[in-house]
């Protein structure tokens, strides 16, 4: 069966404090890997597809890198509006048109 | 584009009354995805459509959802009778055919509460 998984489940950082996010999947015949970003009382905002291993996006503080097994997301020097929580989501095995969630990381960074 | 519109925003009903939720796609998107999200299982998929047709409504969790798409701009997902186990976040989401998988843009949702 297909599942994505994502740790921690919370992490609280200080303002200006690096750290990444993990996101692991076992679905076969990986077609993308995507991250989305969710406000509280908001529908997830998409922020990344990637679609090889060694492929890197970014954006602002936000950087996304893929490997064979895992995909993660570094915040670097992370601000308070960064506070979210981040989806990672994979294709599901029935024909790849739907994605699969993890249940997310729930970010909180303190001025 | 005005994006995903979901209406309303938040429901309160009592237990055993039909809910319709509604929901319009971005304009030109193949795919609509009707999504449920709890703090115990996260999102959840129920049912997508594509060019109007459900492909897939395994995630339904009972005969008392049903979901529609009458017209390229038109969904709803309705519950009929529904229960408290149903309260959740309902999220419809679409997004564009293409070769590769492409992203889904999702609305703002629609907090169901069931009393």
């Known amino acids: 069966e297909d599942q994505v998984t994502q740790s921690p489940e919370a992490l609280r950082l200080q303002e200006g404090e690096s750290s990444s996010l993990n996101c692991s999947y076992t679905?076969?015949?990986?077609?993308?890997l995507f991250w989305y970003r969710q406000d509280p009382g908001k529908g997830p905002e998409f922020l990344f597809t990637l679609y090889s291993a060694g492929e890197e996006k970014e954006k602002e503080r936000l950087k996304a890198t893929l490997t064979k097994k895992e995909s993660f997301l570094h915040i670097t020097a992370p601000k308070p509006e960064d506070s979210a929580t981040y989806l990672c989501a994979g294709p599901m095995n029935s024909g790849y048109s739907t994605l699969t969630f993890g249940k997310g990381t729930m970010l909180l960074v303190s001025p | 584009d005005a994006g995903v519109i979901q209406s309303p925003r938040h429901e309160v009903t009592e237990m055993g009354q039909e809910v319709t939720l509604r929901c319009k796609p971005i304009?030109?998107?193949?795919?609509l995805f009707w999504y449920r999200q709890t703090m115990m299982r996260g999102l959840e998929l129920l049912i997508y459509f594509n060019n109007n047709v459900p492909i897939d409504d395994s995630g339904m969790p009972e005969d008392r959802f049903s979901a529609k798409m009458p017209n390229a701009s038109f969904s709803t997902l309705k519950i009929q009778p529904s229960e408290p186990r149903d309260s959740a976040v309902y999220f419809c989401a679409s997004r564009k055919a293409g070769t590769a998988n492409t992203e889904a843009f999702f609305g703002q949702g629609t907090r169901l509460t069931v009393v």
């Open positions: 304009s030109g998107h193949d795919y």
């Open positions: 679905v076969s015949g990986l077609r993308g």
